[in-house]
């Protein structure tokens, strides 16, 4: 069983930054990849960034690309998400995913998600 808490949303102007964490706890050894989706108000989830346990491997979903940065702390069990030059646009529901396996775009690969933080970006 996996727990993931996110934490870190709020609200900022645009262009300012934003800094998420995904707090895991339980089977943490069991899940391979960890993810952050978003979901803006009226839209579907979407991916944004994945990166596999032992790191070597990150995955951006555009346009987060220029933007994001995904990291994992094995030690402290986080996930994070650094977020600069933030836009209106990215104003969404961040949510926290993990599944067993290799990375993947789509929030129905995977099994455990979190309860989300809200980032809002406005001036």
């Known amino acids: 069983q996996l727990q993931l808490v996110e934490s870190g949303g709020g609200l900022v102007q645009p262009g300012g930054s934003l800094r998420l964490s995904c707090a895991a706890s339980g089977s943490t050894s069991d899940y391979y990849a960890y993810a952050w989706f978003r979901q803006a108000p009226g839209k579907g989830r979407e991916a944004v960034a994945c990166i596999t346990l032992n790191g070597r491997n990150t995955v951006y979903v555009d346009p987060a690309k220029a933007r994001f940065t995904i990291s994992r702390d094995i030690a402290k069990k986080t996930i994070d998400l650094q977020m600069n030059g933030l836009e209106p646009e990215d104003t969404a529901v961040y949510y926290c995913?993990?599944?067993?396996?290799?990375?993947?775009?789509?929030?129905?690969?995977?099994?455990?998600w979190g309860q989300g933080t809200q980032g809002t970006v406005s001036s």
């Open positions: 995913a993990a599944r067993m396996y290799a990375c993947r775009d789509r929030d129905s690969e995977f099994h455990d």
